[in-house]
């Protein structure tokens, strides 16, 4: 199982980046999918979850801004991030509910 994160980077406040998650070694299709943030010294937190069948939910931080989605094709998972925040300063992973970690990727959120 791997997941490789990407489309991380610097943002100013109210900006918006889409993230993927290029996932192998499982059947994606057939799996939930969900997002996480880590901020140093913070324990990771759940951002958005994405079912098999396209059923989706969101963090309270993340409902209205965020959306998850899925590519079952090129088993990637996407979340598109818009009105972003500092708060949102963090290494974001994406994850099949498995305890199989990818390395992640930064956002960071600043003027």
């Known amino acids: 199982v791997q997941f490789v994160e990407s489309g991380g980077g610097l943002v100013q406040p109210g900006g918006s980046l889409r993230l993927a998650c290029a996932a192998s070694?499982?059947?994606?299709?057939?799996?939930?999918m969900a997002w996480y943030r880590q901020t140093p010294g913070i324990q990771r937190e759940w951002v958005a979850v994405?079912?098999?069948?396209?059923?989706?939910n969101y963090a309270d931080s993340a409902k209205g801004r965020f959306t998850i989605s899925r590519d079952n094709a090129k088993n990637t998972a996407f979340l598109q991030m818009n009105s972003l925040k500092p708060e949102d300063t963090a290494v974001y992973y994406c994850?099949?509910?498995?305890?199989?970690w990818g390395r992640g990727t930064q956002v960071t959120v600043s003027s």
């Open positions: 070694g499982f059947t994606f299709s057939s799996n939930t």
């Open positions: 994405i079912t098999p069948a396209g059923n989706t």
């Open positions: 994850n099949n509910l498995s305890g199989t």
